[in-house]
């Protein structure tokens, strides 16, 4: 499947305001809530992606090229897992762990949404390099 690049960039955007106010405010039920905002997305239902399609896509016009819908589904599942690890350190008491795996995922979003460098992605585009039988 492809998709027009300025949504994950839009939802990146997004989630760098989330985790930024999970940050200042230490609210682990707010990191909960982006945990299942990565996870739809990781299940290709982003709710920032249905936000992005309905109201600020037919504002933009088309796209001037698509691309694989994998490595940005990959890329939230990334997310999902440092937000449960934010989530491990909130619940746990151990808020150094909490407030690192957030600032992990903030980092990896603000990347994303300012520079269209998706981390997440280029971790999925060398794991299928370096897969067996892959031809380079």
């Known amino acids: 499947m492809q998709i027009d690049p300025r949504g994950p960039r839009f939802g990146a955007a997004v989630t760098s305001v989330v985790l930024a106010v999970v940050l200042v405010t230490q609210n ?3 990191l909960a809530a ?3 905002v990565f996870a739809l997305g990781a299940a290709d239902a982003s709710p920032y992606g249905l936000v992005f399609r309905r109201f600020v896509r037919p504002r933009l016009g088309p796209p001037a090229e698509t691309e694989d819908a994998a490595p940005p589904r990959f890329a939230q599942a990334v997310g999902l897992g ?3 690890v934010g989530l491990i350190g909130f619940v746990t008491g151990i808020t150094a762990l909490a407030l690192g795996a957030t600032a992990a995922a903030l980092l990896a979003a603000f990347l994303n949404a300012a520079f269209g460098f998706c981390l997440g992605c280029e971790m999925y585009l060398l794991i299928r ?3 067996p039988g892959r031809i380079q």
């Open 28 to 30: 682990p039920w707010l």
């Open 34 to 36: 982006q945990a299942v």
């Open 82 to 84: 440092f937000a449960v």
């Open 129 to 131: 390099r370096l897969q």
